[in-house]
């Protein structure tokens, strides 16, 4: 095996269960590619060259001496930095953050270290998640590997650049109203988002608690179930983690079959609105799943239409007290306010937040205070639950008829870089195909399916499940990515520009 | 230091107002670990060691509800008559202070576990009062902060502070009752003895430690008055951390009085929170608090909803004891107490060890002399309770059984429980090893008598003539003469018997 870093993660696994492959070759590798590129991508805000080696050895030690090892051991994985990694900084791309170094893991860690992967380091994001494009990162935006000037998506952007630009084999996502999806659509790669439940967010620094979920991000949809399959799964310190096994996903990849499954098409998210090229893509894959045995249905959810305007009250009210914690009193930054000689807790706390946050956090905070402060809560939260429990009866209603939901990932291929940073509702309607499924808690997956013809740049279409049977989101993506290898005649990635190797 | 407020006579007060009261009682649970983590809960643990990533709020972590926190809340809801909700959130209360880490409090709003109960409370005259129980919901308790350098210990004038996060967690019940209205005059003794009832249901139910001192309950008085007559209930204050219940009755008496004198000057009462100062008697004004203090309560995502099945509901309403008041009346009429005896036995907090102290064979009257009499006669000399000797049942039922068999006086068997409290062992091992035991040899006893007598005829001879009183001085020599190890009364006996006018 000559070109490790362009291997999927399951050949990966087999090439080191073969011992082919050593851990610390595969590692060394995807370190020297972050070395190489990593320059320009800016897909990691923190690279743990040491831990990840010193974790290769050790596996490359225990499967010499005859060990049975996890399926995935020995792979290396990058971390979105919103999830808490023992010992490694965690800032969630905020400055508030800056230096924090968690005592303990996220379950989804501890999972990944029992199964010995190494960690090459901590992906960028938009600050504590909020955002598209990346841009809303402290520490500067990600760059799109498949041009650079522009966005990667977001809020993970940094997890699927880093895959996308072949530093990484597999990455962790998390995603609160698409953010593992919309990037991996940008980016030409696979994102999951979960069944809400399916895997722990004991750990994940919390958005909004009741959308929040994290995922895979890889290059092929087999990589993504084993992924998921790794991370997911009951964990008693999440209350609302899903007692019950982790759906088949791995076997539904592996059989990729959707002979005689209905797919359902969403009138009100049809791709009307969307860039032509992302549409013409999206209808393609229609066609393409009419052709393996699939019958097309269109179904409504008339909700859906609501369903942004609702998750632009539900995520800012949770938002604005899950980031009252960031005080300055026991953990980041803090700063005295200017001027004051003996300034009072208070104080510290206003002139630290002001300090920490960035506008697109404080613009968020100020919304969600807003939604929850007495007199507007019944107007604002209130309304906007109600909303959500429409969107899952959409989804109930439709899945009666249905077995997965269709839709283009994102409404446009990946913009440039300060296009929209200014407009934030421009921002925010990147997000109206993958929001519904937050609010409702089903799970869903973007598989890249295709470049627009006008740009050039992939799309990707978004299949949605009824809440854990996330199997589904496997057995129809690995289907649909076999047929559409089988017409490129080779992955997607291939056609990506080669980025330059600095040193 | 603020302005002494003017106060009119509690009674002009009573005269022309009437009172109504609202309290709220937070209890600690005394379960083992804190309400959302696996933390240890004990009291006076060196800062900050019984802390984790959930109490103390660090990113990303999860809170994850204690199942006895939710059955203590249960029964206690159960014990105040309420009804249990077949399903209820969590609400995160959002206010930022140093000593919450999250700067949210996971507590509960509009959905509490127990709703719509009352309590019936006795007075000390008598009479009984039914308080009615609004709500009591599931919360968790903040850290503490210390306020260093100043002079007052607050946070104003302090050089910093610092916080102690083991208390962040715990499990609190907070237990609110509807307004107290009609009480008049016996406002503050309503106050006192609802406290005080709570106090023992709470023991009894062995779900918090109860001790007022340390803060494992903690009482809010809310206070208004209204012109006598009036329906319209006048504009209150709270008055926070009333933290004993003689500081209850006193406070609410106080805010009474300094309502009463602002009104009858012209002014309005400010609605907001005072804090009660023991050692000078009154309140002062804290900040003010309106109806629109915006906590954007919302229901708590990360918890999911708690529904007790109406099995385990059940289940839990077994497991309830008997109530305090009820079960006081029993034992009194089982013990033949007098109701100022039975009140001397709750006082010193006694009505247990009696119980146990009979079932191990004492009489009720032997028992309770010793435990509402000698001992705690000591333990209020030693500012103890009666609990702290290490004195057991078992030592007072043997003690007991040791004077009725006639081997001690009584003079003796205070010298046992001095031995027994000494750690000397049990009350016959105690004896045996001091040597206390009455003589019952006769003719020791008679041999004294005679020596006692012979040289004391002036006395001897009183008696003779028909003044007995003179024969105590002979008992006294006599009992000298046997070193305290004579029988009083067989003394006095044999006495009177030789110094009889027939006797020769
Ligand atoms: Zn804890």
Known sequence: ?503 | MSITDEVVDYDEALAAYDPVLGLEVHVELNTATKMFCGCATGFGAEPNTQVCPVCLGLPGALPVVNEKGVEAAIRIGLALNCSIADWCRFARKNYFYPDMPKNFQTSQYDEPIAFDGYLDVELEDGSTYRVEIERAHMEEDTGKSLHVGGSTGRIQGAEYSLVDYNRAGIPLIEIVTKPLTGTGAKAPLVAKAYVAALRDLLKALNVSDVRMEQGSMRCDANVSIMPKGAEKFGTRTETKNVNSLRSVERAVRYEISRQAAVLNAGGSILQETRHWHEDTGVTTSGRPKSDADDYRYFPEPDLVPIAPSRAEVDRLRETLPEPPAQRRKRLQSAWGYSDLEMRDVVNAGAVDLIEQTVEAGASPAGARKWWSGELARRANAEGKTVSDFGVTPAHVAELDGLVKAGRLNDSMARQVMDGVIAGEGTPTQVADTRGLELVQDDSALEAAVDKVIAANEPIAAKVRDGKLNAAGALIGQVMKEMKGQADAAKARELILAKLAPDAS
């Not at chain 1, 696979?190 to 620094?205: A, C, D, E, N, Q």
């Not at chain 1, 300055?328 to 803090?334: D, F, H, N, S, T």
């Not at chain 1, 613009?363 to 969107?391: E, H, N």
């Not at chain 1, 990707?460 to 057995?475: C, M």
């Open chain 1, 1 to 503: 095996m000559t070109d490790i870093i362009h291997t999927s993660a399951a050949d990966l696994a087999d090439a080191l269960a073969a011992k082919q492959l050593s851990s610390v070759e595969v590692t060394q590798a995807h370190l020297d590619r972050i070395a190489a590129v990593d320059g320009a991508v800016h897909a990691f805000l923190h690279v743990d060259a040491e831990g990840a080696l010193a974790t290769a050895r050790a596996i490359d030690d225990r499967r010499a001496a005859g060990e049975t090892l996890p399926a995935l051991a020995g792979v290396p994985i990058a971390v979105k930095d919103v999830v808490a990694t023992q010992g490694l900084p965690t800032t969630a791309g905020s400055k508030i953050l800056q230096g924090w170094i968690p005592p303990y893991d996220a379950t989804l860690v501890t999972r990944l270290k029992a199964a010995g992967m190494p960690i090459l380091g901590k992906t960028n994001m938009d600050e504590f998640a909020m955002g598209s494009s990346t841009e809303h990162s402290a520490y500067g935006p990600t760059h799109n590997p498949w041009d650079l000037e522009r966005i990667p998506g977001g809020s993970g952007g940094g997890s699927s650049a880093a895959v996308a630009a072949f530093e990484a084999p597999l990455a962790i996502g998390t995603d609160t109203g698409g953010s593992i999806r919309q990037p991996a659509a940008v980016t030409g790669t696979v994102g999951t988002k979960p069944t809400y439940g399916g895997v722990s967010r004991f750990g994940l620094i919390a958005l909004a608690s009741s959308l929040d979920q994290a995922g895979p991000c890889t290059r092929s949809v087999l990589d993504a179930a084993l992924l998921h399959e790794l991370i997911g799964g009951h964990d008693p310190m999440d209350s609302t983690s899903i007692d019950a096994p982790v759906p088949p996903v791995v076997e539904a990849a592996r059989r990729g079959d959707v002979k005689g499954l209905r797919v359902g098409v969403i009138t009100e998210v049809s791709g009307k609105g969307f860039q032509a090229g992302v549409r013409a893509r999206f209808t393609e894959s229609l066609d393409l799943l009419a052709e393996l045995g699939a019958e097309i249905v269109e179904v409504s959810c008339p909700s859906f239409e609501k369903g942004l305007a609702a998750y632009y009250l539900i995520l800012p009210s949770e938002a604005s007290s899950n980031l009252a914690k960031f005080d300055a009193m026991r953990y980041g930054l803090r700063v005295g306010p200017e001027g004051v000689v003996a300034p009072s807790a208070e104080q510290v706390m206003a002139a630290t937040r002001d300090a920490g946050f960035g506008d697109e956090v404080k613009r968020r905070i100020i919304l969600g205070t807003y939604a929850l402060s007495s007199g507007y809560y019944d107007a604002y939260y209130g309304q906007a639950q109600k909303v959500r429990t429409l969107i899952a009866r959409d989804f109930a209603a439709a899945f009666e008829q249905v077995d997965v939901l269709v839709t283009p990932t994102a409404p446009t291929t990946a913009f440039k870089l300060g296009e929209k940073l200014d407009d934030p509702m421009a921002m925010y309607l990147n997000d109206v195909a993958t929001i519904p499924a937050n609010l409702a808690g089903v799970p869903g997956i973007s598989i890249p399916n295709g470049l627009a013809d006008e740009d050039g740049l992939p799309s990707g279409l978004q299949i949605l499940a009824p809440a854990t049977r996330d199997e589904r989101l496997y057995q129809v993506g690995g289907a649909l990515e076999r047929a559409l290898e089988a017409q490129w005649g080779a992955p997607l990635w291939t056609k990506a520009p080669r980025l330059e190797e600095s040193r």
